[in-house]
């Protein structure tokens, strides 16, 4: 069965520290990952895609799928990424198929 | 364009009652899918409708159906109520053909079964 693993549920660092946030991921067929992120108050909204390869707010994620991960990075933290963090995968083929959600990660970024 | 929007965005409700949730998808968005988010959890695919049918199912039991109109705009109902229904119940609207993936959520209605 397909599932989205997230082993931390918060993750605490000081501002300018490099975070990563780890996701692991079963699936047997080409899978599509992303990164949601959720705001203090506001809602659910995708920060980056694998198939993107792009770097929103300074985060990146590279999905290896010989360790079938997609862990999020970012070099230096900053007090407004302190969020709750959704690793998902996508498995319908990538015709807006429906997501598998990880339990997620709160990262608090502190002064 | 307010985004997707979603009503009510609380109800509370006893055991063996029947709810109705309502989500608007945002302009130009043919696609709804659901999302239930129980409490220290992420969210878990409920199903999702195209062309006012249901195109995807996730498991969970018939008492979950839903609905939507010829205005894309879709509804969920839930029979029967259990107390384990108690939940964040998220909409998320999307084009089904478009050249990039990306669902876009509204805020969700909580749902307190007591």
């Known amino acids: 069965a397909q599932r989205v693993t997230q082993p931390e549920k918060l993750l605490s660092v000081f501002k300018g520290a490099p975070v990563e946030l780890k996701c692991n991921y079963s699936?047997?067929?080409?899978?599509?990952l992303f990164w949601y992120v959720q705001y203090s108050r506001q809602r659910l909204q995708l920060l980056l895609r694998?198939?993107s390869r792009e770097s929103i707010k300074g985060f990146t994620a590279d999905l290896n799928k010989g360790e079938t991960s997609f862990h999020l990075k970012k070099p230096f933290a900053q007090e407004e990424d302190s969020a709750m963090y959704y690793c998902a995968l996508s498995w319908y083929g990538g015709s807006q198929g429906n997501l598998i959600f990880g339990k997620g990660t709160k990262l608090s970024v502190k002064p | 364009d307010a985004g997707v929007t979603q009503s009510p965005t609380h109800l509370i409700k006893t055991r063996g009652q029947q709810v109705t949730l309502r989500c608007s998808p945002k302009s130009g968005h043919d696609t709804v899918s659901w999302y239930q988010q129980a409490l220290g959890q992420g969210p878990q695919f409920i199903f999702q409708y195209y062309e006012e049918e249901e195109r995807q199912r996730g498991n969970f039991p018939d008492r979950f159906s839903g609905h939507q109109f010829p205005n894309y705009s879709s509804e969920l109902n839930v029979n029967a109520l259990l107390l384990g229904d108690s939940a964040l119940y998220l909409c998320?609207?999307?084009?089904?053909?478009?050249?990039?993936?990306?669902?876009?959520f509204g805020p969700g209605t909580r749902l307190t079964v007591t």
């Open positions: 998320a609207s999307s084009f089904l053909l478009a050249a990039t993936y990306e669902q876009y």
């Open positions: 699936y047997s067929g080409s899978p599509e």
């Open positions: 694998h198939i």
